[in-house]
Each structure stands twice: as structure tokens, then as C-alpha cells.
């Protein structure tokens, strides 16, 4: 059964250090999601993909946040310099249309920042 | 804007016991509505979705019924189990972006 990629697992990395997550939707889907997720609360969109444009990155923090699709595949969430607050769950997702009801989740990445 | 709200948890129950976790929305338009569960340390796994007025969604014993005139998509199972117990999340949907609720936690115990 196809799946969304993401690596790694769980990260622990330093303040104002820079941290780098991957994700690879599934085969075909043209629509791509980062979201994070604070420990007890649900996911908020950070930024979504259409191919390999931007359509939604209203929640991005933009000063520290980065992200690119370059291919229209595969993504990488940037983040520099990595702040305590964002300690929490990014998800990626991935479904097959922009519009499409039923988006697909990895298993995300745990980020801890000391 | 579009936003949804649940029932705070944790909601501790015991096996076969009858589950509701009630979620109520606010939205423009006509939004698809969504539960999603997800386990200790893993991603959201869709349960069940609607996408208009009066639609039952149904998957492995739950359902939730789409809700226009009271804005609500309540999460229902007759008999849970020890391995529902996971976090359960409201979500709506107008433009493929999802918007999720805070999620209610469930603990069944045997």
C-alpha cells in the first residue's frame, strides 16, 4: 500500500541550530501538505503545494521557516535558526488534487529543540 | 474564519461501553467534515468522512452524521475496544486544507 515518506523520525537538535525535514508524498499526488502539531493540540497547516507552487503558506513563519518543492515530488521543511517553540509533530500529507477530500499522512517527524 | 470545536478528554471508558465525542464547526460555504485518529507517536489515519448535508460516514463500528442544522459531525460507536483507545480529531475541509479541532483523547480500559 502506497504511503507518505517522511525522515527522519524524531530529531533533537540545539537552539538557533538550522534542522531540515523530508518529506515524499504518494506516487502521483499533486498535492502536498506540511503541518505541525504541538504536543495536545490538533495540526495547523504551515504551507501547502499545488505540483511545485506554493498556494497556501499564510502560517509560515517565514522569517525562520523555508520550503520547497522543487521537482513537484518530493519536499524539504527548513527551519533556521531552530527556536525552543518549535518543539512539536510535523506532518506531512499528500493527496491526489488540490480539492480532493481525503488527504494521506506520514508518520511525521519529532522535533526537539534544547 | 472557519474553525472546529470538541468535547475536551480525556474520555475514559470501559470496554463495550457506547461512545460519543461530540464536534461542532463553524464554516462558510458547505466544508466536508472528517474524523481522524491517530496513535501514540504516529500520523493521522482518516476514520470516516462526509461531504454534505445529512451524509453518514461510517468505518470499523463508527459513524458521524453530517449535521447542517446544528453544525455538528458527532463521532458514535456502539461497543469500543481496548485498542480504540488513541486521540480523535474533528476536522473540516473547503479548500483541501484541513482544519483540525484539539482533539479528544480516549482510554478504554478491559
Known amino acids: 500500500e502506497a504511503e507518505v515518506a517522511q525522515s527522519p523520525r524524531y530529531k533533537i537538535t540545539e537552539k538557533s541550530q538550522a534542522v531540515a525535514f523530508w518529506c515524499d508524498p504518494i506516487?502521483?499526488?499533486?498535492?502536498l501538505y506540511w503541518y505541525r502539531q504541538i504536543l495536545g493540540q490538533g495540526p495547523e497547516l504551515l504551507v501547502q503545494f499545488q505540483d511545485e507552487s506554493v498556494v497556501d503558506d499564510s502560517q509560515l513563519p517565514k522569517d525562520r521557516f523555508s520550503a520547497e518543492r522543487l521537482k513537484g515530488v518530493d519536499s524539504t521543511l527548513k527551519i533556521q535558526p531552530a527556536e525552543l517553540g518549535d518543539s512539536a509533530m510535523y506532518l506531512c500529507?499528500?493527496?491526489?488534487?488540490?480539492?480532493?477530500?481525503?488527504?494521506?499522512f506520514g508518520q511525521g517527524t519529532r522535533l526537539t529543540v534544547v | 474564519g472557519d474553525s472546529v470545536t470538541q468535547m475536551e478528554g480525556p474520555v475514559t471508558l470501559s470496554e463495550e461501553a457506547f461512545l460519543t465525542i461530540n464536534c461542532t464547526y463553524t464554516a462558510t460555504g458547505y466544508p466536508s467534515l472528517f474524523w481522524y485518529v491517530q496513535y501514540p507517536g504516529e500520523g493521522l489515519q482518516l476514520l470516516l468522512k462526509a461531504t454534505k448535508a445529512d451524509d453518514k460516514g461510517s468505518n470499523k463500528g463508527f459513524e458521524a452524521t453530517y449535521r447542517k442544522e446544528t453544525t455538528s459531525f458527532h463521532l458514535e460507536k456502539g461497543s469500543v475496544q481496548v485498542s480504540d483507545s488513541a486521540v480523535y480529531f474533528c476536522?473540516?475541509?473547503?479548500?483541501?486544507?484541513?482544519?483540525f479541532g484539539q482533539g479528544t483523547t480516549l482510554q478504554v480500559k478491559p
Open positions: 506516487s502521483g499526488h499533486a498535492t
Open positions: 476536522a473540516l475541509s473547503n479548500t483541501g486544507k484541513l482544519i
Open positions: 500529507a499528500s493527496s491526489f488534487r488540490r480539492l480532493d477530500t481525503e488527504a494521506f
